[in-house]
């Protein structure tokens, strides 16, 4: 395989330079001057065919006045020329039967006063592009004191609930910064994005359906976040404080610096993170006395959780500027984090008359260490300012997982008699390691046309051990029915093919990607149970398309649709069979049989200024979810690939400014999900409609005031075998800019203290009822500090993202 993937990449390479050598149309070169001869920097360039005065291109001129318009057409052109405080500049015919360079183009100054003229550029707030919605930051009121956990929350259509991102109600989002991957997922992932500030961050661009050049791993799409660059070379950093308190306290801290001179560009974080918080949990299970013997039929259950956790992380980008169009660069990241869960719980059994049967009493013990690092090796080579552009990424990520588990358990009679104990230990170590090669290439040919193609290869080695011991009398002795060894290894492989042109009204984009995917599991077993082992090797296209239609010559009005094919492999958490205790009567488990998960992703929209409507489909096959079981009383969490999945739905995104000093963002959705399949207890068929509404009021009084009010809520819901009941919550926000570098925020969240989680649970063998209610330490203020420092840095070069991002989304579980 190694010698099939060296002569690959080298054919890849071979065709890429002969892509670049290739002739694609006639360029017209200039360079923009003031009266005293000056080069300048960021002119406004347009080139219009003579014949109609139809626009043709724009550009901006260099810092050293230069510009350069490539790939155009044999036919007579006209150019013009805009700069804040100089004429017009309006050029003759230009007659392009060849390469051409003109003269210098002297532009005069404006004959008025720059004082006497104000001029107010701002950038919408949210901008649709025809494959990503823009999301511009420095519009969003009240962005400046948070983090950037808290700002993507308040971006359309995404939801963060218990540290899940999710994008249009879409689990399985993948994280970018600046095209590079987050590297982590989960809980890990949220402590990582909290200690970015906002006040850094310039723009998000939201994919629902990616681009081919995107893994195709992950329904719910893409979010990339672009920091900011600015043109200043030299030293800058922000430093970052955070302190939220609830009925426990919390923080988050970061320091983030840069440093550019000369061909060399630098980059380092550091930040720290203290998690403290609760969840308080009723359970109520109604068992048919009938069907299930053995077990009281009533069981009600409350438990409170204490976690606690402490979080660093650390970061350093270096760039190598070799020359003007090469670039090398190296990125290394780690992370460590240790923790502790603490659970008291206690179980009352009862019968059908709620005559005490039993009582059980739990103190159960997670001790959680977690060590994260990774290393980036990147390469770019520009050929043009076109831009066409070579690729290439070379990872290494390693994770490794201690968890250290205690579990006593204390049987009492209705007269508090004990007559039972239990005590269990385990022990979880896991490594993962990932190795992944990308390369990508991206070329500009005559009239605009824009073709790109890449390819990739990663390789997956996980490896998962779980000792479970019964503890008697001070003797342990393995516990063989949930002790195990799980071994996963897994290789992917893709190639991609895109292309994207814009015409005068209409814009068209199109790809395809093929991935192959090599998996193979071997659980090695113990005394009491034997060995088994499963290979998979499948093949997946996965076509996408966009179009986009502007109804006037603006652009304020249009019409678009796209449509794109996803894949969602199982994480390697849910494919391990471990046999996990939550409690004595509550498992985990993982399932080694899960297939992969397609969806069918379909969007029509409509934007009108501020204003986005969009209807959306989407077809799921083999949909992966949890599912509940109760077996003799007992209570399994499997995953399970549920069958099939129809989803629909309109979401209406409004961003308005009926005042200066008021801005009302407005986000709903309202979807119907349908599943049918084969369950245990026979067939499930449901169907759920759910209501999501999410708006925001900024006030800007002045002074640096930003006054914002805003909540969430969403409606019942059928999701499978649960009913989710209505949430919400009420949140305000205060924020004062003391300088243009300092920000100080106080937030007030969950002020009524309704984000709780409550459903019920159906479809449960010989159970009339099961009810699960929970409440957690969202009702907190937050007090936030930020400050910048130093010289701002751009001409940054924006490195895309490397090739491990969606297997490392899958370590976390």
Same mark, same amino acid.
Do not use: C
């Given at each position: 395989?190694?010698?099939?993937?060296?002569?690959?990449?080298?054919?890849?390479?071979?065709?890429?330079?002969?892509?670049?050598?290739?002739?694609?149309?006639?360029?017209?070169?200039?360079?923009?001057?003031?009266?005293?001869?000056?080069?300048?920097?960021?002119?406004?360039?347009?080139?219009?065919?003579?014949?109609?005065?139809?626009?043709?291109?724009?550009?901006?001129?260099?810092?050293?006045? /230069?510009?350069?318009?490539?790939?155009?057409?044999?036919?007579?052109?006209?150019?013009?020329?805009?700069?804040?405080?100089? +004429?017009?500049?309006?050029?003759?015919?230009?007659?392009?039967?060849?390469?051409?360079?003109?003269?210098?183009?002297?532009?005069?100054?404006?004959?008025?006063?720059?004082?006497?003229?104000?001029?107010?550029?701002?950038?919408?707030?949210?901008?649709?592009?025809?494959?990503?919605?823009?999301?511009?930051?420095?519009?969003?009121?009240?962005?400046?004191?948070?983090?950037?956990?808290?700002?993507?929350?308040?971006?359309?259509?995404?939801?963060?609930?218990?540290?899940?991102?999710?994008?249009?109600?879409?689990?399985?989002?993948?994280?970018?910064?600046?095209?590079?991957?987050?590297?982590?997922?989960?809980?890990?992932?949220?402590?990582?994005?909290?200690?970015?500030?906002?006040?850094?961050?310039?723009?998000?661009?939201?994919?629902?359906?990616?681009?081919?050049?995107?893994?195709?791993?992950?329904?719910?799409?893409?979010?990339?976040?672009?920091?900011?660059?600015?043109?200043?070379?030299?030293?800058?950093?922000?430093?970052?404080?955070?302190?939220?308190?609830?009925?426990?306290?919390?923080?988050?801290?970061?320091?983030?610096?840069?440093?550019?001179?000369?061909?060399?560009?630098?980059?380092?974080?550091?930040?720290?993170?203290?998690?403290?918080?609760?969840?308080?949990?009723?359970?109520?299970?109604?068992?048919?006395?009938?069907?299930?013997?053995?077990?009281?039929?009533?069981?009600?259950?409350?438990?409170?959780?204490?976690?606690?956790?402490?979080?660093?992380?650390?970061?350093?980008?270096?760039?190598?500027?070799?020359?003007? +169009?090469?670039?090398?660069?190296?990125?290394?990241?780690?992370?460590?984090?240790?923790?502790?869960?603490?659970?008291?719980?206690?179980?009352?059994?009862?019968? /059908?008359?709620?005559?005490?049967?039993?009582?059980?009493?739990?103190?159960?013990?997670?001790?959680?260490?977690?060590?994260?690092?990774?290393?980036?090796?990147?390469?770019?080579?520009?050929?043009? +300012?076109?831009?066409?552009?070579?690729?290439?990424?070379?990872?290494?990520?390693?994770?490794?997982?201690?968890?250290?588990?205690?579990?006593?358990?204390?049987?009492?009679?209705? #007269?508090?008699?004990?007559?039972?104990?239990?005590?269990?230990?385990?022990?979880?170590? /896991?490594?993962?390691?990932?190795? /992944?090669?990308?390369?990508?290439?991206?070329?500009?040919?005559?009239?605009?046309?824009?073709?790109?193609?890449?390819?990739?290869?990663?390789?997956?080695?996980?490896?998962?051990?779980?000792?479970?011991?019964?503890?008697?009398?001070?003797? !342990?002795?393995?516990?063989?029915?949930?002790?195990?060894?799980?071994?996963?290894?897994?290789?992917?492989?893709?190639?991609?093919?895109?292309?994207?042109?814009?015409?005068?009204?209409?814009?068209?984009?199109?790809?395809?990607?093929?991935?192959?995917?090599?998996?193979?599991?071997?659980?090695?077993?113990?005394?009491? +149970?034997? #060995? !088994?082992?499963?290979?998979?090797?499948?093949?997946?296209?996965?076509?996408?398309?966009?179009?986009?239609?502007?109804?006037?010559?603006?652009?304020?009005?249009?019409?678009?649709?796209?449509?794109?094919?996803?894949?969602?492999?199982?994480?390697?958490?849910?494919?391990?069979?471990?046999?996990?205790?939550?409690?004595?009567?509550?498992?985990?488990?993982?399932?080694?049989?899960?297939?992969?998960?397609?969806?069918?992703?379909?969007?029509?929209?409509?934007?009108?200024?501020?204003?986005?409507?969009?209807?959306?489909?989407?077809?799921?096959? #083999?949909?992966?979810?949890?599912?509940?079981?109760?077996?003799?009383?007992?209570?399994?969490?499997?995953?399970?690939?549920?069958?099939?999945?129809?989803?629909?739905?309109?979401?209406?995104?409004?961003?308005?400014?009926?005042?200066?000093?008021?801005?009302?963002?407005?986000?709903?959705?309202?979807?119907?999900?349908?599943?049918?399949?084969?369950?245990?207890?026979?067939?499930?068929?449901?169907?759920?409609?759910?209501?999501?509404?999410?708006?925001?009021?900024?006030?800007?009084?002045?002074?640096?005031?930003?006054?914002?009010?805003?909540?969430?809520?969403?409606?019942?819901?059928?999701?499978?075998?649960?009913?989710?009941?209505?949430?919400?919550?009420?949140?305000?926000?205060?924020?004062?800019?003391? !300088?243009?570098?300092?920000?100080?925020?106080?937030?007030?969240?969950?002020?009524?203290?309704?984000?709780?989680?409550?459903?019920?649970?159906?479809?449960?063998?010989?159970?009339?009822?099961?009810?699960?209610?929970?409440?957690?330490?969202?009702?907190?203020?937050?007090?936030?500090?930020?400050?910048?420092?130093?010289?701002?840095?751009?001409?940054?070069?924006?490195?895309?993202?490397?090739?491990?991002?969606?297997?490392?989304?899958?370590?976390?579980?």
């Amino acid at each position: 395989m190694n010698k099939k993937l060296t002569a690959f990449l080298a054919a890849w390479l071979l065709i890429a330079a002969t892509f670049v050598q290739a002739q694609t149309g006639l360029s017209i070169k200039g360079k923009i001057t003031s009266a005293d001869g000056k080069p300048i920097d960021g002119a406004a360039i347009y080139l219009y065919r003579a014949a109609d005065s139809t626009l043709v291109k724009a550009s901006l001129s260099e810092k050293d006045g /230069s510009f350069v318009f490539a790939g155009l057409k044999p036919a007579a052109y006209r150019i013009v020329v805009n700069v804040i405080g100089y +004429k017009t500049f309006k050029s003759q015919t230009i007659e392009l039967g060849k390469d051409t360079i003109l003269p210098a183009i002297t532009l005069q100054p404006n004959e008025t006063s720059l004082k006497e003229v104000t001029v107010t550029a701002k950038k919408p707030p949210v901008e649709q592009l025809i494959d990503r919605t823009v999301v511009n930051v420095s519009a969003l009121p009240g962005s400046a004191g948070t983090t950037l956990l808290d700002l993507l929350a308040k971006a359309p259509g995404v939801s963060v609930d218990d540290n899940a991102i999710s994008l249009q109600g879409k689990n399985s989002v993948t994280i970018y910064i600046d095209d590079r991957p987050t590297y982590l997922s989960g809980d890990d992932l949220a402590n990582y994005l909290r200690s970015l500030p906002a006040s850094g961050i310039d723009r998000i661009e939201l994919m629902t359906n990616p681009p081919a050049r995107y893994d195709a791993a992950g329904s719910g799409g893409v979010i990339n976040i672009r920091t900011k660059r600015t043109k200043e070379t030299g030293f800058n950093g922000n430093l970052n404080l955070n302190y939220i308190q609830g009925e426990y306290a919390r923080s988050n801290n970061s320091v983030n610096l840069n440093y550019r001179q000369n061909k060399l560009n630098v980059s380092a974080g550091v930040g720290y993170t203290l998690n403290n918080n609760y969840s308080a949990i009723n359970l109520n299970r109604y068992f048919d006395p009938v069907v299930i013997t053995g077990i009281a039929p009533h069981f009600t259950q409350t438990s409170f959780i204490k976690r606690h956790s402490e979080n660093y992380s650390g970061r350093v980008n270096i760039d190598y500027y070799a020359t003007d +169009k090469t670039t090398f660069g190296a990125a290394f990241s780690g992370l460590f984090t240790q923790g502790d869960n603490h659970t008291a719980n206690t179980s009352l059994l009862s019968s /059908s008359q709620g005559q005490l049967d039993s009582t059980i009493t739990a103190k159960n013990v997670d001790n959680r260490l977690l060590k994260n690092g990774s290393v980036n090796l990147n390469y770019r080579h520009q050929y043009d +300012k076109k831009g066409s552009e070579l690729t290439v990424d070379l990872d290494y990520v390693v994770y490794h997982t201690q968890l250290d588990q205690v579990f006593a358990n204390s049987s009492f009679y209705p #007269d508090g008699t004990l007559y039972n104990y239990d005590l269990v230990t385990g022990n979880l170590p /896991s490594n993962i390691n990932i190795y /992944s090669a990308r390369t990508d290439y991206n070329h500009v040919l005559a009239g605009g046309l824009q073709l790109s193609a890449g390819l990739k290869s990663s390789y997956t080695k996980t490896d998962n051990l779980a000792d479970y011991f019964d503890i008697y009398q001070g003797i !342990s002795t393995p516990d063989y029915n949930e002790t195990n060894h799980f071994l996963y290894n897994e290789n992917i492989n893709a190639a991609y093919v895109n292309a994207s042109k814009d015409f005068k009204r209409w814009s068209v984009q199109a790809g395809l990607r093929f991935e192959n995917t090599i998996a193979s599991g071997h659980q090695l077993g113990n005394p009491e +149970k034997p #060995d !088994s082992s499963f290979s998979r090797n499948y093949n997946g296209f996965f076509p996408t398309l966009y179009t986009q239609y502007k109804l006037d010559t603006a652009g304020k009005q249009k019409l678009g649709f796209n449509f794109g094919r996803r894949v969602d492999r199982p994480n390697y958490a849910q494919l391990n069979p471990f046999l996990s205790p939550l409690d004595k009567f509550t498992y985990n488990t993982g399932n080694p049989f899960l297939l992969p998960t397609y969806s069918d992703n379909l969007q029509l929209y409509y934007t009108f200024k501020g204003i986005k409507i969009s209807l959306f489909y989407t077809y799921i096959k #083999d949909r992966v979810d949890g599912l509940i079981q109760i077996i003799n009383g007992y209570y399994y969490n499997e995953p399970g690939n549920i069958g099939n999945s129809y989803q629909k739905g309109i979401e209406v995104n409004a961003d308005l400014d009926p005042a200066k000093w008021l801005n009302i963002h407005l986000y709903s959705r309202l979807t119907e999900l349908h599943t049918v399949t084969d369950f245990y207890t026979g067939v499930l068929n449901t169907t759920g409609e759910q209501f999501v509404v999410r708006p925001t009021f900024s006030f800007t009084p002045g002074a640096g005031w930003t006054l914002q009010a805003y909540g969430n809520y969403q409606s019942r819901f059928t999701n499978e075998q649960f009913i989710d009941l209505p949430r919400g919550s009420l949140n305000f926000a205060f924020e004062k800019k003391l !300088s243009a570098a300092t920000t100080i925020e106080l937030d007030f969240n969950d002020v009524l203290h309704t984000q709780n989680g409550s459903w019920y649970i159906n479809y449960l063998e010989g159970t009339q009822q099961a009810y699960y209610h929970s409440v957690g330490d969202s009702r907190n203020a937050e007090l936030s500090f930020s400050y910048r420092f130093g010289k701002a840095i751009s001409n940054q070069r924006k490195h895309n993202a490397n090739g491990a991002q969606s297997e490392e989304n899958r370590a976390g579980g």
